[in-house]
């Protein structure tokens, strides 16, 4: 019992030390190329588009122009080795699960990193070019917009997870449905509220204007939309033989 409990430890061990290997390399390539301010440049190009021609951002910090973009590099690295972090975690837990409960983790695990790249993606390459627009149109003369380098990674980090975050709504679905908390024609008579509930949360996580509110609520609709739809696909591909044999 006891060398069976030292063996696992001994695998998750070499399972993380292999996780922040591939982090590692990763994180060495980018600051080979493009660099960290080539990769902070590239994150900033939406908000200096809006600004006026020749417009910068600040940095007040004493060490922010080097530390903001060593960390946009680290937070890239780990995004684009999130795969093969995924795929420790599962070569760890995937020898103790039964053929059914693989068939039930693997797609899950899949899709929601798909979806969460899904959603930063969108929140980069159409949420922030109006939202930046809005704010510079918005902004009196009197004011200079020179928004800091920190802030704005702040800014752009919360929007991106929240986009991700809210992506997710297939996988939520599933999960309740999966796990019986919730049954599809539940979920659909609860229709009416889950649309409210994407207007308020959108616009709670979102700057005050239009756009970007439903730029949020209108996809995380249709993502409810469609985890109602794979559920029922996803429930029946993944049940135990002898529920199957039952039903």
């Known amino acids: 019992m006891q060398d069976t409990f030292i063996s696992h430890l001994v695998e998750l061990r070499d399972r993380l030390v292999k996780a922040c290997a591939g982090v590692a390399i990763i994180c060495a390539a980018l600051f080979a190329w493009p660099g960290p301010s080539a990769i902070y440049d590239f994150l900033a190009q939406p908000m200096i588009a809006a600004l006026p021609a020749g417009s910068k951002m600040i940095a007040t ?16 690295a780990f995004l684009l080795a999130l795969p093969w972090v995924l795929y420790q975690a599962w070569a760890f837990i995937a020898p103790g699960l039964y053929a059914h409960e693989k068939r039930l983790i693997a797609p ?3 899709s929601s990193s798909v979806l969460f790249a899904a959603g930063v993606a969108f929140c980069y390459f159409f949420v922030f070019g109006r939202v930046f627009k809005f704010i510079a149109e918005f902004a009196p003369t009197s004011i200079t917009v020179s928004p800091d380098i920190e802030n704005y990674l702040d800014f752009i980090m919360s929007m991106c997870l929240a986009f991700g975050l809210t992506f997710e709504v297939p996988i939520v679905v599933i999960v309740l449905v999966r796990t019986g908390l919730l049954t599809v024609e539940k979920l659909k ?15 709670i996580v979102t700057p005050p204007d239009v756009v970007s509110q439903l730029a949020l609520a209108i996809p995380m609709w249709m993502l409810f939309e469609l985890g109602l739809f794979v559920a029922p696909i996803f429930v029946k591909a993944t049940q135990a033989p002898e529920s199957s044999s039952d039903s």
Do not use: E, N, W
Request: charged share 5%.
């Open 61 to 76: 910090g004493v060490i922010s122009p080097f530390l903001v973009p060593m960390k946009v590099t680290l937070l890239l």
């Open 108 to 110: 899950l695990v899949i």
């Open 189 to 203: 008579a609860i229709r009416s509220y889950v649309i409210v509930g994407a207007f308020i949360i959108a616009a």
